[in-house]
């Protein structure tokens, strides 16, 4: 069992890979979930969220033929979405200003010491 460290309030915090161990463990059946509850000293519905997870995931992969994104890694290329997104409203807007001054200057071109086309 890999524990990397405590939270502020003194709770573990178990890795990723040390959960897929366990969940395994009781998916071929050498324990209940009871029974690593107890030996892990967690409440049941840890255990039991940690097999409902690992469940869905495969589930989903399996339904949809895909790999399972980490909700992270989903989050991060949310917010690199947004970013680009921001990024290409703003270019959208200055093109916009640029036409409108680009028609301006063409509506009177001497006013801008410009000469006529």
């Not at 969940?23 to 690593?36: I, K, M, N, P, W």
């Not at 270019?91 to 086309?117: C, F, H, I, M, N």
């Amino acid at each position: 069992m890999t524990v990397i460290a405590r939270k502020a309030d003194g709770r573990r915090i178990f890795t990723a890979e040390c959960k897929q161990q366990q969940v395994a463990r009781v998916q071929r059946g050498e324990l209940s979930a009871a029974e690593l509850s107890r030996e892990l000293d967690v409440q049941r519905t840890v255990v039991a969220r940690w097999l409902r997870l690992a469940t869905e995931a495969t589930t989903t992969a399996v339904q949809r033929d895909e790999a399972v994104v980490p909700v992270s890694a989903l989050r991060a290329a949310e917010g690199r979405m947004r970013d680009l997104e921001q990024a290409l409203g703003r270019k959208t807007l200055e093109v916009e200003v640029l036409r409108a001054a680009r028609t301006e200057v063409d509506k009177k071109p001497r006013w801008y010491g410009r000469s006529p086309s």
